[in-house]
């Protein structure tokens, strides 16, 4: 079966979820015998650069110019709908979406929506925030839809109408190996430590979180926060501030290496999430991987991701989330028995089980073998 990725999450990300995900996801089918393309155009990705030779359509640059992504959108465009064309593929799988003209084909189109914020939480995005209409537009073009979990595919329905038939779920991955054999007690600081990733938009609650540490003299007393991500806005510097932490007991580490990142989890005391809302939620199933003890939302899809491997609580209740913090992390018996449960779960969550359940997708929509 001849499966095609087209250029968008490869033209708007140098790292991040979307287009990593479409880079194992080659990975994982390329082993499984599948002739597979990205045509990534002029692209600026890192992770597909990691694949065989030849898979890769396109050239990189490590930068655009600055205000020239559109431009690039619209050129990678244009070149991967003449490609496409010429090759004939039996999957053309769009990596976002595009509200760009495309060109009509032989080829079964189906796209993959990971969440839906722009919709549930729109309130907090720029007004200027175009994704729910492009979404929209794409969503009611394309053969079919690709959901990464039953929640997500619920919205879906609920919030787009769309029938319930149009749409597969198929569960995101973790390679868990990137995540493991990694050193114990490196030293990252100097107290036990509390561990946040990733970005702190408004729904991610990570305000929550430190509200909920700062109402426990326990916690405020025996740990740190480590938070991984971008810089602290002035908002949140004030926030931390008027909570009453000590200097740098609330320190942010900039993006990191796997490697690097999978020392910060294995070394935390526990990884918290406190999203109001998530499509999948990759970082608990990253934190299992690496033997770190997961407390989290009871909202989203997280009892689908996270399963019998964590300790929840409601992300709005504050005394909740603190008494869950503290459960775990005060129990040397709870934290193992979530680290023994979490090895198991990841189980569920391999990029070969992702690929398999992908494939016979495909093959579903094409009838090829």
Not at 240 to 245: A, D, E, R, V, Y
Request: charged fraction near 20%.
């Amino acid at each position: 079966m001849k499966i095609a990725y087209d250029y968008q999450a490869f033209t708007i990300q140098s790292y991040g979820g979307i287009s990593r995900y479409y880079k194992d996801l080659t990975d994982e089918l390329l082993k499984q015998g599948q002739e597979v393309n990205i045509f990534a155009g002029v692209h600026r990705n890192n992770y597909i650069s990691l694949l065989p030779k030849g898979v890769v359509r396109g050239i990189k640059l490590d930068r655009y110019p600055p205000k020239s992504r559109w431009a690039f959108r619209w050129l990678n465009h244009g070149i991967s709908q003449l490609q496409l064309q010429r090759w004939k593929p039996d999957i053309i799988h769009e990596t976002y979406y595009t509200p760009l003209p495309v060109l009509k084909t032989n080829a079964v189109h189906l796209t993959t929506v990971h969440d839906m914020i722009h919709e549930l939480y729109a309130s907090l995005l720029s007004s200027r925030d175009i994704t729910s209409n492009l979404k929209k537009k794409t969503l009611s073009r394309v053969d079919h839809i690709m959901s990464n979990s039953e929640h997500t595919k619920q919205d879906l329905v609920k919030l787009f109408g769309i029938d319930e038939s149009k749409i597969s779920v198929v569960h995101h991955a973790i390679d868990s190996s990137l995540f493991q054999n990694v050193v114990s007690n490196f030293d990252i600081s100097s107290k036990p430590y509390l561990l946040y990733v990733g970005s702190r938009d408004g729904y991610k609650n990570f305000s929550g979180l430190i509200k909920a540490v700062a109402s426990s003299s326990l916690l405020m007393r025996d740990f740190d926060v480590i938070t991984v991500g971008t810089r602290f806005s002035t908002v949140e510097k004030n926030l931390i501030s008027s909570l009453g932490f000590a200097n740098n007991q609330v320190k942010r580490i900039s993006y990191l290496t796997d490697m690097k990142l999978a020392q910060f989890y294995r070394n935390a005391a526990a990884f918290i999430y406190p999203s109001l809302y998530e499509g999948f939620g990759l970082p608990p199933l990253e934190a299992m991987s690496a033997g770190c003890p997961v407390v989290c939302s009871n909202t989203g899809s997280m009892p689908e991701v996270v399963r019998n491997a964590g300790v929840y609580f409601n992300p709005l209740d504050i005394e909740e989330m603190r008494n869950a913090i503290e459960r775990v992390v005060f129990s040397e018996d709870l934290k193992n028995q979530l680290v023994t449960l979490g090895y198991e779960n990841i189980k569920n969550f391999t990029p070969s089980k992702t690929a398999s359940k992908t494939l016979e997708v495909y093959r579903r929509l094409t009838g090829k073998i």
